[in-house]
């Protein structure tokens, strides 16, 4: 896929036994990183390059049938699991019991691992490389520019309330509102992705620079994909669409493995395997002379960013989603939500410069 980043990775895993240690072993990407008796709790850190997946398996093995009458806890528990600084729930992943005495294999969820058997859980690897479309690079027919300010990201940053409804005439978003008092360019595009506004970020660093730039994020669940057959692109969100046959040629992956992994799953280990893409361009809007902030409306999304790089997140932006206007206008921010985030905004700059 070329999109190999390296990755870093700390797993605890903690005994509970009497007198016999769980026998375990310990694999991450198909690497053996540990093979021998649980003796303590222990935690191993190690970095791996992730190209399609991040899997992790633990083999328990040991238990026999007098150490199930001798010491029927007799196990260890998933005491941790952490990835790129990000913290993933061990119950998503699936232990598959098995090679018990007077137990049928079965499959379980959960971090305790106390029958013999096999823990699995593997983390698809949705990277942030995308394709900017050829409306959205209409909007960079310049170079060698400097701003002040520069906005991207999707139609929560070029929202036009006069296309809503109801339409409602001289207001503006909260991008808008804060460059008719600052100098800087809304570089922003509805109907893209995350990956779409990472690729517009770079683009415009190619050529141009800007003091301070905002990113506003949309949801990590929606996608920009790509038709490997037709080569057409679209944006997907696999709980809102069914298009099961469509290949993606950028992940190299079915609609349906994206649909079914986002509809059973949350969204931080998908995260958890971008932290690195966002370190990335974090770093390289530093070497062109500029500061990122991210703007991000999911709530637990914000968490998670807020916590790996607190220095490079704007405020929350607060989006009431029982409101009238949001269920009828493609789930966007009100004219007070925006006016209220323009003020953040304005107030984070006094006191961040």
Not at 136 to 158: C, I, V
């Amino acid at each position: 896929m070329g999109h190999i980043m390296p990755n870093n990775i700390s797993l605890t895993l903690t005994p509970n036994f009497i007198t016999s240690p769980p026998q375990i072993k310990i694999f991450i990407n198909n690497e053996l990183i540990h093979d021998g008796d649980l003796q303590d709790k222990k935690e191993w850190i190690h970095t791996t390059n992730i190209d399609r997946s991040l899997r992790l398996r633990i083999i328990r093995s040991g238990r026999t049938k007098d150490i199930s009458h001798r010491d029927n806890a007799n196990g260890l528990q998933i005491t941790d699991y952490t990835v790129n600084g990000v913290k993933i729930d061990p119950a998503i992943g699936s232990y598959n019991v098995s090679n018990n005495d007077y137990v049928e294999t079965h499959v379980v969820h959960g971090n305790q691992l106390t029958l013999n058997g096999e823990y699995f859980l593997e983390i698809p690897y949705y990277h942030l490389k995308g394709e900017i479309k050829q409306k959205n690079l209409e909007k960079f027919n310049f170079t060698k520019q400097h701003n002040e300010y520069a906005f991207f990201g999707a139609s929560m940053t070029d929202y036009d309330f006069s296309l809503g409804s109801p339409p409602i005439s001289n207001k503006k978003s909260y991008a808008d509102l804060f460059l008719q008092d600052h100098n800087g360019i809304n570089l922003a595009t509805g109907g893209q992705t995350n990956q779409e506004v990472f690729e517009t970020v770079y683009h415009y660093l190619q050529e141009n620079t800007a003091k301070i730039i905002f990113v506003q994020l949309i949801s990590s669940v929606v996608r920009q994909v790509k038709n490997i057959k037709t080569k057409q692109l679209k944006r997907y969100s696999p709980h809102m669409e069914d298009d099961l046959d469509y290949f993606d040629e950028l992940t190299q992956s079915s609609l349906k493995s994206i649909q079914n992994y986002f509809v059973h799953l949350d969204v931080a280990p998908i995260i958890a395997l971008q932290i690195p893409e966002y370190q990335k361009l974090i770093r390289y809007a530093e070497e062109k002379g500029s500061k990122i902030y991210f703007v991000n409306y999911f709530q637990d999304e914000h968490k998670i960013f807020n916590t790996i790089f607190p220095n490079n997140m704007a405020p929350y932006f607060s989006i009431d989603t029982n409101t009238k206007y949001y269920k009828e206008n493609g789930a966007h921010a009100t004219v007070e939500e925006q006016e209220i985030y323009y003020q953040s905004i304005v107030d984070f700059i006094g006191k961040t410069l």
